[in-house]
């Protein structure tokens, strides 16, 4: 599979090398890509075709400042020690998690010096937050990571500064009833794309009932 940062239009090599790029450079993003991206997000699925989804696109160094002091907050709180307690997920390895690791705390120190974010909201209006309210949301998240990376661009789906929810919404200036489900900084990335660490389907498929195997998920010979 190959591991490149160029554009690229297969969208089985974009979906197994979508990696969470939180290197990024400072160099700015040309706002042409940047509307792609959110044109992929704007053609994403969403409960109904409500179309509650609203994107901002934050460049404003104070804005990205305020918020950044947050993440960095919730990662002495929480994530940092969530991670050195940790064992890796399925298929990553000890040496790739602390990288993995490394990163995470890379992009806490520099997330305000990503040049682009994008900040997936949702308009609710005067209903509350439902556990469903995120199928009109992620699959359009999900289409921007993929965009991305199809336009030889990093980014990492973040929710960390929901942690410090309604001080993060008061930094990035959102009006009562809507909420913000994720921010994705964009920039190119330093590092290269390249496979994504999964288990296999065996571990986590399932035939008919619960715990039985799917003869489909066995590795193919």
Request: charged letters at 20%; proline letters at 8%; hydrophobic letters at 40%.
């Amino acid at each position: 599979m190959a591991d490149s940062t160029a554009e690229t239009q297969d969208v089985f090599e974009i979906m197994h090398t979508t990696r969470a790029m939180r290197r990024l450079r400072p160099d700015p993003v040309p706002d042409a890509l940047i509307r792609r991206i959110l044109e992929a997000g704007a053609g994403a699925a969403n409960g109904g075709n409500s179309q509650r989804w609203r994107f901002m696109v934050v460049k404003d160094m104070a804005i990205k400042q305020a918020v950044q002091a947050l993440y960095q907050r919730a990662f002495d709180k929480v994530i940092g020690p969530r991670y050195r307690k940790s064992a890796p997920p399925p298929g990553v390895s000890p040496e790739r998690y602390k990288r993995q690791h490394d990163a995470v705390e890379y992009l806490t120190r520099h997330f305000h010096e990503a040049p682009v974010w994008i900040v997936a909201c949702l308009d609710e209006g005067t209903a509350a937050p439902t556990r469903w309210s995120g199928a009109s949301i992620y699959p359009a998240v999900q289409n921007m990571l993929l965009a991305a990376r199809a336009l030889g661009l990093g980014s990492t789906l973040t929710t960390r500064h929901l942690l410090y929810e309604a001080e993060a919404e008061l930094a990035l200036g959102l009006p009562p009833g809507v909420h913000s489900y994720a921010i994705l900084p964009i920039g190119y990335p330093m590092g290269r794309f390249g496979p994504v660490g999964r288990g296999s389907l065996s571990e986590i498929v399932f035939g008919d009932r619960w715990g039985e195997s799917w003869v489909g998920a066995a590795e193919p010979a």
